[in-house]
């Protein structure tokens, strides 16, 4: 362990995910299984230069890690995207005699915290943690598998209503830029058709997809759509759409929202939350920065800040071919 790491500060940014205060308590115990200071910094960058910090222990992350949320509090800071607020924020951190920051968020927070790290030499380690699992360097991201439980959960109840009245639900689930949410969920609720921003010939296959459907004798169908996918209508264009050449289905459309980010974070997530907030201390004991802590083949790794923010990830082919075999 060095020396000059006696106090980390840890932080939420952006968009809210299942298993943030789990990872928020995992960094905690892990500061006080080796002997650090935590400073716990509300409303994530904006927090961090207003000063809004509090000393956390152990017992401050009691009865966390099976809630929603994050009790840190997130916000996105227009400020901390100037050199003033960041120098503000920097200033703050020196005055509460904290070493290193450790933040928890996505892309947009890790862009923050790079520049933040370059500017001010302050030793800064990401904790990957949105519902979309958009970063790149890590299988998995916090929330990702709650929010999949959560959407599968949710379209098994509208196959109900589905199959009981002969209707075809269009059904929104998250991912503006990832169809993971929609390709996973899709496949675990027998999905007719999926809808992701990966592929542009989404709509065709969709018509396609309710043709075969027709002909086989289906009188009701799931279609999954990416709030993201490219086909330049919304779902309710996407509807009317429909109804124009399938005047059989009694169309519903069902936007599923901002219940994926909600909700008390699944086993996967806690676990993968505690993995990736014990390794994020360790890193920064280490004496590593500008680091992500993801996890790849079960084993946690340290990969680059700028490799997370810039690298996009692929879509999982295999997984496609598998919907497009089990969806006839």
Do not use: W
Request: glycine share 10%.
């Amino acid at each position: 362990m060095t020396n000059k790491i006696n106090n980390i500060a840890v932080l939420t940014s952006g968009g809210d995910a299942p298993g943030m205060n789990a990872a928020i308590r995992a960094v905690v115990r892990a500061c006080a299984y080796y002997n650090l200071d935590c400073t716990g910094v509300y409303r994530g960058y904006q927090g961090l230069i207003e000063g809004d910090f509090e000393k956390l222990n152990a017992r401050s992350v009691r009865n966390v890690i099976n809630r929603g949320g994050t009790f840190l509090k997130s916000t996105r800071s227009l400020d901390f995207k100037t050199k003033e607020g960041r120098a503000k924020a920097y200033e703050n951190l020196q005055k509460n005699g904290v070493d290193a920051l450790i933040v928890i968020g996505g892309d947009g927070t890790f862009t923050g915290a790079l520049y933040f790290s370059q500017e001010f030499n302050i030793p800064v380690v990401g904790i990957p943690a949105t519902i979309d699992n958009d970063i790149s360097g890590t299988d998995y991201t916090l929330g990702y598998d709650t929010a999949l439980n959560t959407v599968v959960e949710a379209i098994d109840k509208i196959r109900d209503t589905a199959s009981s009245h002969n209707r075809l639900f269009l059904v929104e689930v998250m991912g503006r830029d990832a169809g993971d949410i929609a390709l996973n969920s899709g496949i675990g609720a027998g999905a007719e058709e999926i809808l992701i921003p990966e592929e542009d010939e989404g709509v065709q296959r969709m018509m396609d997809s309710l043709e075969k459907s027709k002909k086989s004798g289906k009188t009701s169908s799931i279609i999954v759509v990416a709030e993201g996918e490219k086909s330049g209508k919304n779902i309710f264009q996407l509807a009317e759409f429909i109804s124009q050449t399938h005047a059989e289905y009694d169309i519903r459309v069902s936007v599923l929202g901002h219940i994926q980010r909600g909700g008390s974070p699944s086993c996967f997530d806690r676990v993968l939350a505690s993995k990736l907030g014990v390794g994020a201390v360790e890193a920064l004991t280490d004496g590593k920065s500008n680091v992500m802590i993801g996890i790849h083949h079960q084993k946690v790794v340290h990969v680059s800040l700028e490799r997370a923010i810039k690298e996009d990830r692929e879509l999982d082919k295999e997984l496609r071919r598998v919907a497009n075999i089990t969806s006839v």
